[in-house]
Each structure stands twice: as C-alpha cells, then as structure tokens.
C-alpha cells in the first residue's frame, strides 16, 4: 500500500514554530498532517495524551479541527481546551500532567496568518518545547509518510476557572490598583473578564471581545502605535498603569501611570528586583535585543545576566539548564519559574507586576525613573524576502568579522564599540529583519545608526529611516 505523504513549504517551519499565511502556504492539509506527525512523535516518546487549544484568527476552528483529526489518527486521546490564550493551553499542559500539547495560533503576526507552538512534556523522551531540529524532524516524517496509526479519542475539557485561580494565587496586594487593560481583541479576552472581576481594585478593559480581524489596532504591544489607546485610557482614567497583550496573551506590554511605555527589558529589570529578593544570586536571562542597562541592572542587584537567543522556546530551554527564575525579551515574552511553570504568560505577568507595585509600594513610574536613562532606539523592523533574510545576516557577520569588529554571534550580530553596541539579527516569526541601537549620548546613537546603515547598504539593502 502506497504512503500517504506530505511536503510542508519549508518557509512555515519556523525556529521554534510553524506559521504560514493561511490559504497561501498553511492549509488545512498541512493541519492534519502535522497532527500525524506530531502525534506519531509523541506516542514514540512514549505519550498517550495530547490538549489543544486555539486562539481567536477566524481560521483557527478550521486548522483546529483538521489537526486533531491528525492527532487521533494515531491513537492519541486529545484533549480539547477550546478558544483561549496560548498561556492557558500551557497551563493545561502542565498542571493536567498531560503528555503534549499544541496550540493553534498565530500570536502577534498579521490576521491572514496562522501557525502551531507544540510542547511535549519534560518527563518523556526529548521533552520540552518542540523547535529547530524537532520541527525538520516533523517534517521529514511527514515526507516519508512515516506515521504512526491508531484510533484515538476525543475530550472536551474546560480549564478557564482552574487557570483563573491559578492566575491569582500569587497576587500579593489587598487594595489594588486602578488598571486599564487592552486585550486588543486578542484571545485573552474571556480569560481577562473573569480574571478582573475577582482582582481587587478597579479595572477597565479595552476590546476585550474575541475578534481574529482584529478592528480595533494590531495586537503587538511592542509597536508604539498599537499603545495609543492604551496610554489615552490611562490619562483619562487616572490609572495606576495600563497593561496590553498580543494576539495569543503570552507578550506583554505596560505603560506607566505618566502614559510613558515600560520597553519589555524595562519590565525585566523590575521584575528582578523582586525576584532576586527571593533568589539572590540568581541567573536572570534577556535575549540580545535586550538593554546593556539591564544586564547591568541585575548585576547590581546581585544577580547573574545572561544574554540569550531571542525566540520562547529558546529562552524555555535556557532558563532549565540555568535553573533561572526569571527570563525575559524585549519583545514581552516575560518567564517566571519563580513561583510558576517558566512559559511565558502575560496574564500572569500582569498579576505579578500589579502585585509588585503593591508590594514595594511604589508606582510604575518611580520604578522606570530608578532605571538608567538610555539613548536607545526602538525595535526596528523592516521587511526583506522571507528565503533570503538569514542569508543576509550572514553576509553582514562575514564582513564584521573580516574588520575585526566586536562582535557577539549569539543570534545574528550584536557589535560593541566605545559608542554602545548596535544589533542586527533575522526574526523567527516574520519575513523580517530586526535592528536596535543603543548609545551612550545622542550623538554616539546617531555614529551607530550610521555604522549599522552602512552594514545593510554593503549587504545591498536600503537602511529604514529609524
């Protein structure tokens, strides 16, 4: 009997996760056979259970459904956790002491993109976030048909309250603070209404509603714009601080009672203070993208910084060899295992920064003001072609390196000189490349912009105004 088999297009399998423009290069064929693939990898690691959740993308039922068929197809029992944010289908993951788990989402990219994020669980075979050689793996087998078989069955299982209670259990305040929150018509939204209602203090919610076109403004917290909003609300409201997520709740962004945007190495430093309180000595983990003022900051506060490869699953995998409570990106992926699983979940990221506050009894401002001033850009991102944005890099690396530049290779090239440093690197998620610069005045910003301008235009691409 023939095999039945499957090519996925090599540009959705991403460095730790698959994602595609629906209908384009991610259809509900690829759903299914990555359903198969995946629930063949799990029952040879030796996992009989699977959850599945989905965000709130118009497509995503569709997907949903094509790759739990996948799934049961090889005899896993799926457990199917519905419509929610990413953090709850991890949350079900690991406090259901499930084998597996897969999400359908396509996080922060743009409303005609979907993707899956698979976890298998730490206690089998190659257990951990599912990324890099694993995706190739899943799709060579897909390639050969190479299949396990079986009839699985289906579950329907409501993790909401369970997760909500667990969201709480760590808030430490008792009058709470006055917060707006702007859930961008992500798919937190059920998950924040039920949260909100039982913290303490007063809350107003910004598109809470669950909308996959998402009407309202893209949900990337790291964008300015998409704040606006949220900074507007704040004012009006006299908040104490603003909180915002992306498109599946596992990146946050805050904005301080002054309406000024808290960047997510900003966050990190805050959230350390905390934590090294409890664990001094500490390894704290932030990715490249990431301000020297804050690997400064948690060497000042006695613990250890490392700077790591941007991308979640990366970070997850850092942060067990390491044994570090807190890891964080610019990007808002925010990780404690202090106190909870170490995935990235803004929900729970708000809770904690709410309860901080209280805590220290101070506010979110004073808490950014402590922070050394920083002559930085943003994250700038600019589009290239999706196959050749690696290659790029590459190339830019090769010259640096023949110049005898500083240069930190970690992920893509950080270059440091007696100016500040300048990064380039290509994104996991989005035919992109991401730069960042940071100076010690504006005039050394404005040498390292120009050093960086100049590295893209040897590479043969125009520099984006920034």
Known sequence: MTKETHRFDPVILREYDIRGIVGKNLTETDAL?????????????????????????THSPMLEAALVQGLTQTGLHVERIGLGPSP???????????????????????????????LISKRLSGGGPVYGAAIQKLA????EGDFETGQG??????????YVARLLKDYQGQKGLKVVWDNGNGAAGVILAKLTAQLPGEHILLYETIDGRFPHHHPDPTVAENLVDLQKAVAEHGADLGIAFDGDADRIGAVDEKGRIVAGDQLVAIYAREVLRDHPGATIIADVKASQSLFDAIAKEG???????????LIKVKMAETSSPLAGEMSGHI?????????????????????LLERFGTSLAALRDSLPACVNTPEIRFEVEEAQKFAIVESVKAVLLRQGAAVDTTDGVRVSTSEGWWLLRASNTQAVLVARAEGRDEASLAVLKAQLAHALEEAGLTAPVF
């Open 33 to 57: 056979a990555l359903g198969r693939a995946f629930g063949t990898m799990v029952r040879r690691a030796g996992g009989q259970r699977v959850v599945v959740g989905y965000d709130g993308r």
């Open 88 to 118: 709850m289908l991890y949350f079900a993951a690991y406090d259901g002491d499930a084998d597996s788990g897969v999400m359908v989402t396509g996080s922060h990219n743009p409303a005609d993109q979907n993707g899956f994020k698979m």
């Open 140 to 143: 060579a087998m897909a390639a």
């Open 153 to 162: 069955c289906v579950t329907e299982k409501n993790v909401e309250n369970a």
């Open 303 to 313: 613990g250890k910084p490392l700077m790591w490869k941007t991308g979640h699953s």
């Open 335 to 355: 990780f404690f295992s202090d106190k909870y699983y170490g995935f990235d979940d803004a929900l729970y990221g708000g809770v904690r920064l709410i309860s």
